[in-house]
């Protein structure tokens, strides 16, 4: 099972198309991850899809459900994506942040060693914030959220 995105992406110009492409691709390289936590251990594809500064993003979430004994098997359904402006920062990064309803009722969360399927239920509020690298190509560089009906 795959995330659902909406139809309706903000994807009408060339940069916003690469900030949610950018976006995408994090959720892509999670997925990847968690549902094989044990899978791996070459991690270097995780760090193409962060900026420097929040690189052990993926890292941490693996290590969380390796220590849980948890898999996921995707499922994320988004809604309401919104993308705002480009901005620059006086250290010459450009930034952007997305914001999203994320439904986890569809995810599918299980225990490895019994197999069995934890339920997963709720949406939150989502805001990824994206940061432009100097190669062009825009990567995840924080993430929060809030428990919201939405």
Do not use: H
Not at 34 to 50: A, H, K, N
Not at 52 to 57: F, S
């Amino acid at each position: 099972m795959v995330e659902s995105y909406p139809a309706d992406l903000p994807t009408g110009d060339p940069e916003s198309a690469a900030i949610i492409a950018g976006w995408r691709e994090y959720f892509r390289v999670m997925e990847k991850f968690t549902t094989d936590p044990f899978g791996y251990t070459d991690f270097s594809e995780t760090q193409y899809v962060l900026t420097v500064d929040a690189a052990n993003m993926i890292i941490e979430q693996i290590e969380r459900m390796r220590l849980a004994r948890l898999r996921s098997d995707g499922g994320f359904i988004f809604r309401n994506v919104d993308l705002t402006e480009v901005s620059e920062g006086s250290d010459g990064a450009r930034t952007a942040t997305v914001t999203y309803c994320i439904d986890a009722a569809q995810l599918r969360v299980f225990n490895l060693d019994t197999g069995e399927r934890l339920p997963r239920a709720g949406t939150l509020q989502e805001t990824a914030q994206m940061e432009q690298g100097r190669d062009g190509k825009w990567r995840l560089s924080g993430l929060s959220n809030v428990e919201a009906s939405c």
